[in-house]
C-alpha cells in the first residue's frame, strides 16, 4: 500500500465529510449548533452512536488485548449495556423534563451553582483528556501510514487532523456530527467484518473453525471468577456500567445526542437498542483481536511488542488491499466519530455552562467559534505531552483516568436523584478533589495490606461510593448547622 494510494484514501475520506458538513449546516444556528433543533430521529441517532460508542480506543486496543486478557472485556460490555439501560430509565427522564442544553444544568437546580461549576470542570477536564487519547491513536495510524513516509514529524500528523475536524464541526455542531456518525460507523463496521472474512480466505478455514482454533491456543475465556482477579466478573462489570454511566450519560458530548431527539420515548428506544448492539458488535472486536494473533502465528509474522499496533501492521501490510484501505477508513471512523462529538461537546459546555449561552444566542457566534478553536488547540498540545509519557495501553490509560475524573460526578448525580437530602454547595468542589486523591490513595496501598489484592478497574466504583458517602456526611452537617 502507498503512501500515494493512503494519500487519496483520506482525501476521499475528508471530502465525504465536507460534503456532509456542508449539507447539514445549512441554515444553522445556535439551536442546531446546541441540539440539532431537537428533530433528530432516533434511527439515526442510535445507528451513529455504534462509532461514539466503539472509539478509536476500542478499535486497536481492544483486539490487540486479547492474548493477555483473553475474552475478559466482554464482561465489562456486558456492564455498558447495563448502563445505557439506565441512562435511558433514570437519566433521559430528568434531562428531558429540564429541557437540558447542557446535562449539567441538573447540578445547578439540585445543589447550586457551585456542583454547577465543579461538574462542568471535572467534564471539561476528562473530556478534554479522553479525546485526545482517542485522536492520539488516529494521529499515530497516520503517522505511520502517511505522514512518516513523507518525512513529516508527528505534530504536523496532529495538527492536520485536529485542523479537519474543526473544519467540519465549527458551524452545524452536534447536528453536522450525527450525520458523519452514520457515514463514520458504517466504514468502522465494514472494517471489522472484512478483516474477519479475509484471514478466513487466507486460512482457508470457515469463521466457526477459527473460533476453536482460538479456544485451543486458551485466547477465548470469557468470566473470571477468582475475586483476586483483575479481571473479575464483578469488578469488570460494575465498572463498565458505572463507566457508561460516566461517560454517556453524565458525559455532555454523548449525551447531547440523545437530547436531540424529539421525545423522551424516541430517546429511549435509541438508547435501548444501542445496548443490544453494543454486545453484538464488541463481541466480533475479541473474535478479531484472537484471530489476528493466530493469523500471526499462522503465517509466521513477527508481532509487535506493542499491542496497539498489532491490528494497524496486520490490516495494512499483511491481509490486502481491501483490508488496508478499509482499515484506514475504520480507524479515521472511530476516532473521528468520538472526537468530533468531544469537541461539539466541550464547546457546547464551556458556551452553555460557564459563559451562560442559551440556543437563541445568535449573536455569539464569533465567540462560540474561537471556543471551538480554542478546545482543539488545547487537544492538540495534550496529544503531543501523551506522545511523549506513554508506555501502557491506550486502553488502560482511557480507562483509568476516566474512572477518577468521572467518578465525582457519579456521586454528585447519585445522590441528587436517589435522595432527598441538601447539601452545603460550597463543599462539593473540595469533596469532589478529595475522592480521586482517596482513591488513588486506596489503590497504592491496598496491594500491600491484602497480599497483592488489587482494585483494578473497580478504582471507578470506589472514587463513586466515596463522593457519595462524602455527600451524605456534608448533608448531616449541613443539617446540624440548619
Not at 486478557?69 to 449495556?81: C, D, E, I, L
Not at 511523549?388 to 475524573?405: E, H, P, R
Request: glycine letters at 8%; hydrophobic letters at 50%; proline letters at 3%.
Amino acid at each position: 500500500m502507498t503512501t500515494a494510494y493512503v494519500s487519496v484514501v483520506i482525501i476521499l475520506y475528508f471530502a465525504m465529510l465536507y460534503v456532509i458538513a456542508r449539507l447539514s449546516s445549512r441554515k444553522a444556528n445556535a439551536a442546531t449548533f446546541f441540539i440539532a433543533n431537537r428533530n433528530a430521529p432516533w434511527p439515526l441517532v442510535a445507528y451513529g452512536m455504534i462509532g461514539v460508542s466503539i472509539s478509536g480506543i476500542t478499535f486497536i486496543s481492544v483486539p490487540g488485548q486479547v492474548v493477555d486478557n483473553q475474552f475478559s472485556y466482554f464482561q465489562m460490555v456486558m456492564g455498558y449495556t447495563g448502563g445505557l439501560i439506565v441512562v435511558a430509565v433514570v437519566l433521559l427522564p430528568v434531562f428531558y423534563r429540564i429541557k437540558a442544553i447542557s446535562i449539567y444544568a441538573y447540578l445547578r437546580e439540585r445543589f447550586g451553582k457551585e456542583a454547577h461549576l465543579t461538574g462542568t470542570v471535572f467534564f471539561l477536564i476528562a473530556q478534554t483528556l479522553t479525546a485526545s487519547f482517542k485522536l492520539f491513536l488516529m494521529a499515530h495510524v497516520l503517522q505511520v501510514v502517511l505522514f512518516g513516509p513523507l518525512g513529516m514529524p508527528f505534530w504536523i500528523t496532529v495538527a492536520v487532523t485536529l485542523l479537519l475536524i474543526w473544519v467540519y464541526t465549527y458551524k452545524g455542531g452536534i447536528k453536522t456530527v450525527i450525520f458523519t456518525d452514520i457515514l463514520q460507523t458504517t466504514f468502522l463496521l465494514a472494517s471489522v467484518l472484512v478483516s474477519v472474512w479475509a484471514i478466513s480466505q487466507h486460512l482457508d478455514l470457515s469463521v466457526t473453525e477459527l473460533y476453536s482454533k482460538i479456544q485451543e491456543r486458551d485466547m477465548g475465556k470469557t468470566f473470571f471468577w477468582s475475586w483476586d482477579s483483575p479481571h473479575n466478573f464483578f469488578k469488570l462489570f460494575l465498572t463498565g456500567l458505572l463507566m457508561t454511566v460516566m461517560t454517556n450519560g453524565l458525559d455532555q458530548s454523548v449525551m447531547q445526542k440523545h437530547l436531540t431527539c424529539k421525545n423522551i420515548r424516541d430517546a429511549q428506544k435509541n438508547l435501548f437498542v444501542l445496548a443490544g448492539i453494543i454486545l453484538i458488535v464488541n463481541a466480533f472486536f475479541l473474535y478479531l483481536g484472537g484471530l489476528l494473533y493466530y493469523f500471526g502465528d499462522s503465517m509466521g509474522i513477527d508481532l509487535p511488542e506493542k499491542t496497539d499496533s498489532i491490528y494497524p501492521m496486520l490490516a495494512i501490510y499483511h491481509l490486502g488491499p481491501v483490508v488496508g484501505t478499509l482499515f484506514i477508513l475504520g480507524i479515521a471512523a472511530a476516532a473521528y466519530s468520538s472526537a468530533d462529538s468531544s469537541l461539539t461537546g466541550l464547546t457546547t459546555s464551556f458556551c452553555v455552562d460557564i459563559l451562560g449561552f442559551s440556543e437563541k444566542d445568535e449573536h455569539q457566534v464569533k465567540k462560540r467559534n474561537s471556543i471551538h478553536f480554542g478546545f482543539t488547540l488545547l487537544i492538540f498540545l495534550i496529544i503531543l505531552i501523551f506522545n511523549k509519557i506513554n508506555n501502557d495501553s491506550v486502553l488502560a490509560a482511557f480507562i483509568q483516568t476516566t474512572g477518577y475524573v468521572y467518578g465525582p460526578l457519579v456521586g454528585l448525580f447519585a445522590f441528587g436523584l436517589f435522595t432527598q437530602k441538601e447539601v452545603n454547595g460550597r463543599w462539593i468542589p473540595f469533596l469532589c478533589i478529595a475522592s480521586p486523591v482517596l482513591s488513588k490513595t486506596l489503590d497504592y496501598v491496598l496491594p500491600k495490606i491484602f497480599d497483592g489484592y488489587q482494585l483494578g478497574y473497580a478504582v471507578m466504583v470506589v472514587n463513586s461510593l466515596i463522593t457519595f458517602f462524602g455527600l451524605i456526611v456534608l448533608s448531616k452537617t449541613a443539617k446540624n448547622k440548619l
